[in-house]
Every structure is written in structure tokens, then in C-alpha cells.
């Protein structure tokens, strides 16, 4: 069985940068896509970004596009979030996931995940 463990979260300030991580185990990394989704107060989960399982074609969300870079490690079988100039507005809860193997989503929606992380904080201060 896959399990996702994010770690990384924490407090940072405005316009600063922060890595989370995810680490994954029980299966072979590079049959997944991965995604990292994120959950703000009050709203519901939404996209983030996503790496494929074969290669490295990324996608972003709009409202992270040319901040956040999402970057897989196959050879320790981890998955990195960095995000750049970062805002009160990307305070939220990170989490890791991943569809079935050997499928890389045309859209990346909560439900199609069949494997998901507990999260990790990520609170930007002003």
C-alpha cells in the first residue's frame, strides 16, 4: 500500500520561500504521478501542482504558476514542493497525493486521488 508523509511545514514570512517535502514508500515511486494539493480555512482542497510518473512534465495552478516549483526525486523516491515569494494567501495545509499507477490525470481533482498524505502546515505571516 502506498503512504505519503509530508514534512517541512512551519512559519515563515511574507515574500520568503520554504521547502515541504513528501516521502513515499510501500510501492515503486516512479509508477505515480504526484500531486500537492492544499487546504486553506474554511475552503475546500484544491490543486497545486503535479509531476507526471514518466518524465518530468509539471502542472501548476494559476495562482502558484512561476512561484512554486514541484521537483520528484526518484532515486530517494521523495517529492518537493519549493515555493518562492510566498503570501498570507498561501497559508494553508500541504497535501501529497497520488492516482492509481501508470496514469497521469488530464485534471487534477481531490477525488481522483487514491492516495493521500495527513499534511503539513504552511502559515505565512504578513
Known amino acids: 500500500q502506498v503512504q505519503l508523509v509530508e514534512s517541512g511545514g512551519g512559519l515563515v514570512q511574507a515574500a520568503g520561500s520554504l521547502r515541504i517535502s513528501c516521502a513515499f514508500s510501500?510501492?515503486?515511486?516512479?509508477?505515480?504521478?504526484m500531486a500537492w494539493f492544499r487546504q486553506a480555512p474554511g475552503k475546500e482542497r484544491a490543486f497545486v501542482a503535479a509531476?507526471?510518473?514518466?518524465?518530468?512534465?509539471?502542472r501548476y495552478a494559476d495562482s502558484v504558476k512561476g512561484r512554486f516549483t514541484i521537483v520528484r526525486d526518484n532515486a530517494k523516491s521523495t517529492l518537493y514542493l519549493e515555493m518562492n515569494s510566498l503570501s498570507p494567501e498561501d497559508t494553508a495545509v500541504y497535501y501529497c497525493?497520488?492516482?492509481?499507477?501508470?496514469?497521469?490525470?488530464?485534471?487534477?481533482?481531490?477525488?481522483?486521488?487514491?492516495?493521500w498524505g495527513k499534511g503539513t502546515l504552511v502559515t505565512v505571516t504578513s
Open positions: 509531476i507526471a510518473y514518466r518524465g518530468g512534465k509539471t
Open positions: 497525493a497520488a492516482p492509481r499507477p501508470y496514469y497521469t490525470p488530464i485534471n487534477y481533482r481531490p477525488e481522483g486521488m487514491d492516495y
Open positions: 510501500g510501492r515503486t515511486f516512479t509508477d505515480y504521478a
